[in-house]
């Protein structure tokens, strides 16, 4: 098995988590996001779009990481042993792609522009509707341990990634009040698949992006409070 990937991105480490908890061994090119672009030929031979995460099994290629996510629960089965059973089953779907539609791209309209330095008009109402987002997680996380059920599953291979990222990014989970996602991703900080997959150029430093969400918090603060 050949893994085509991106060091911390979404849909790649999402796969990496799943086949690391699985503990499949497998061979891997490691690309940065101009390589990707630069359409190499052994990714387009698997990928014709040249993106990543791409995956060759043997004679099998698969891409679109929901795609892999779903052949490699297949192959290795799903994760967690209560899973199976139908209610634990829907929720994991029905949570999964919860992220897929709403928590990611929920996530990334509030935080790319900030990121990018980009001028925003609606960036509090971006902000507000994120927030309902991290409301909503920190309800599920109200239930159990886990996003979904009381193992760890598919749905936490999905929102690891991108809590790990929104904190990198300087959101303050335990500051904003959401105490159950922060205990989430402090727990989850050394399970082996999280400490095998983290970036390792993050660890020990900061994102020069950081203090820019800190400082639009404080501003909406402001705004919020001078509203009252
Ligand atoms: N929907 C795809 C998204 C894949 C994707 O866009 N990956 C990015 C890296 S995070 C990429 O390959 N970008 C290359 C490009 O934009 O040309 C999936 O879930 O796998």
């Known amino acids: 098995m050949h893994l085509f990937y991106r060091v911390s ?5 999402r796969v990496q988590i799943f086949l690391s908890e699985k503990g499949v061994q497998y061979d891997s090119t490691v690309y940065t996001i101009a390589e990707v ?3 190499p030929e052994a990714l387009l031979k698997v990928n014709p779009r040249s993106r990543v995460p791409s995956l060759k099994d043997g004679d099998v290629d698969i891409y ?10 297949q192959k290795f089965g799903a994760l967690g042993p209560s899973i199976t059973e139908p209610k634990a089953r829907a929720r994991v779907l029905t949570r999964t792609h919860e992220i897929l539609n709403y928590f990611t791209d929920v996530a990334a309209a509030f935080v790319r522009p ?9 960036a509090f109402k971006k902000y507000e509707e994120f927030v309902v987002e991290l409301k909503t997680w920190e309800g599920y996380l109200n239930d159990a341990n886990y996003v979904a059920c009381s193992d760890f599953s598919l749905t936490d291979t999905m929102i690891l990634p991108d809590l790990y990222t929104l904190e990198r990014f300087g959101i303050d989970f335990e500051a904003l009040g959401f105490h159950k996602i922060h205990d989430y991703i402090e727990r989850n900080r050394s399970r082996p698949s999280i400490v095998e997959t983290f970036p390792k150029e993050w660890l020990g430093t900061t994102s020069p992006h950081s203090n820019k969400i800190a400082l639009f ?10 509203q009252q």
């Open 9 to 13: 991105s979404l849909p790649s480490w």
């Open 37 to 39: 672009k630069s359409k």
């Open 64 to 73: 679109e990481s929901m795609a892999i996510l779903t052949y490699l629960e």
């Open 217 to 226: 918090v404080e501003e909406y603060t402001k705004y919020k409070n001078g």
């Open 114 to 122: 900030l990121v990018t330095g980009q001028k925003d008009a609606d």
